[in-house]
Structures are given as C-alpha cells and as structure tokens.
C-alpha cells in the first residue's frame, strides 16, 4: 500500500485523476446494472400475453391496472400511456405510441455513453502519465547529477510505465463492462419497441368494423340484381317468345 501511494505522489495530478475516473467509472456500472438488470428487467413475453388477452376481451381498465401493478418497468409504463387512449381513434391512439416511446426510452439509454467517456479518459490519462514520466527521464539526464542520473532516469521510466499501466487498468474493464450494458440495454430497447407496436396494431385493428352482409352486399345492389332477375323471367306480351 505504500509503494502504490508512493507511486501516486510521484505521478502527481495525472494518477490521481486515473484513480477518480475509475471510481467514477465502477460508480456508474454499478448504478447502471441494478437499473437494466433489475430494476427495469421483467418477463415481458408473460406481461404482454396477459395485456392482449384484456384487450381483445374489451377490458381496457384491467389492463390499466395490470400496467400500474408493474409501475416503474419502461415497458408497463409505455402500454399505460397507449391504454390510456384506447377508446380513441387511430390518430390519437399513434401519437399515444409516439409519446410512450418518447418517454421511455430516454430511461433506458441515460448516463451510460459516459462509461465509454470515462474509458477512452482513462487511456488517454494513462498517455499523459507516460509523456510525463519520459519528460522527468530526460531532465535527469539533462540536469542531474552524474551520480544520481541512472537512479532517476528508471524513476522516470517506471513512472511512464506504471501510469500506463494504471490508465489501462481503468479502460479495460469499463470498456468489457459497457459493452455488456449496451447489449442489455438494446435488448430493452428492442423488447419495448416491438410490444408496444403490436399492442399500437391490435388497438387500431379493433377499431375497424366488422364486416356484414350488408356491407358486401349493399341493399340497393341487391334490389337492381332482383329486379333484373324479374325482367328477364318476365315473359313477352300478346304471347310472341323472347328473341
């Protein structure tokens, strides 16, 4: 422990700045895997089976309160604005869907392109730690004593190589760890997308009448189809046949 604080008092501002930026880093992947793997994680499949089903039976205010039971869940939350305006038209019922995804999916994505700041920071510090250490090498060998210029000439080096190194240590896993939250993070994405459009089409396609006879046969075409019916069973007057 007191090599490594020694070695942070000889990398100065640089080293301290690596060590903030990787409790930074480790702060917001923490908070991040708790949101998206748990908070915010749910069994979406099991959720919009049971959401379909009330919609179809016409039972909209079940539906709602299914929605409120599972309130916090970005997907919960974005049938809840769709349901919300289930008994109006198509229109409205479309921007329902626009607007659910406006407010849902800035929960999803919020601070995490930071962790990829924070890593590329990190190696960019670590290059910095190195430019500095080679500068303290070449003033030991430009103005220290003959005696002490080997000795501070592998100080230098060795704080070139260490800031590196630690620089590196924080990139790394900030690097490993985004990249497993964006993958968690698009399959939300994509979970929330795609629900809400088919509970979006089953509301619009409840909307549409349902056909009738009397839709595909209108009344009037009906009539003129009888009534021409009648004319040419009509048999000719005075007894003469039908040419």
Same mark, same amino acid.
């Given at each position: ?19 903030? /930026? ?10 991040? !895997? ?22 179809? @039976? ?7 309160? &299914?929605?409120? =039971? ?5 997907? @919960?939350? #974005? ?12 229109? @409205? ?20 392109? %930071? ?7 990190? /190696? &960019? ?11 303290? !090498? ?9 005696? =002490?210029?080997? $000795? ?9 190589? %260490?800031?590196? #190194?630690?620089?590196?240590?924080? $990139?790394?896993? #900030?690097?490993?760890? %985004? ?16 629900? /809400? ?19 595909? %046969? ?9 009534? !021409? =019916? =009648? ?10 046949? @039908? !040419?």
């Amino acid at each position: 422990m007191g090599s490594f604080l020694q070695f942070l008092s000889d990398a100065g501002l640089v080293g301290w700045c690596i060590i903030l /930026t990787g409790i930074a880093g480790g702060a917001l992947v923490v908070e991040r !895997s708790r949101v998206l793997f748990g908070r915010y994680g749910m069994d979406a499949e099991e959720f919009m089976k049971k959401i379909q089903t009330l919609v179809l @039976a016409k039972k909209a205010e079940e539906a709602l309160i &299914l929605c409120n =039971q599972m309130e916090g869940k970005p997907l @919960a939350n #974005a049938c809840k604005t769709i349901l919300e305006r289930a008994d109006r038209d198509d229109d @409205a019922i479309f921007q329902a869907h626009d607007n659910s995804l406006a407010e849902n999916v800035p929960l999803l994505t919020k601070r995490l392109h %930071y962790l990829s700041m924070l890593a590329n920071v990190a /190696t &960019l510090l670590g290059l910095l730690g190195t430019i500095h250490g080679l500068i303290l !090498s070449f003033q030991a060998v430009a103005l220290a004593d003959p005696s =002490q210029k080997q $000795a501070m000439l592998a100080h230098g080096i060795s704080v070139s190589m %260490y800031t590196t #190194a630690l620089g590196l240590v924080v $990139a790394i896993p #900030a690097m490993v760890a %985004y990249s497993f939250l964006v993958s968690r993070q698009n399959t939300l994405l994509e979970q929330i997308t795609e629900k /809400t459009g088919k509970l979006t089409e089953l509301l619009t396609t409840g909307h549409m009448p349902t056909a009738t006879q009397g839709m595909v %046969y209108p009344s009037h075409l009906k009539a003129d189809g009888v009534q !021409s =019916q =009648q004319m040419v069973k009509t048999p000719p007057p005075n007894g003469h046949k @039908a !040419s």
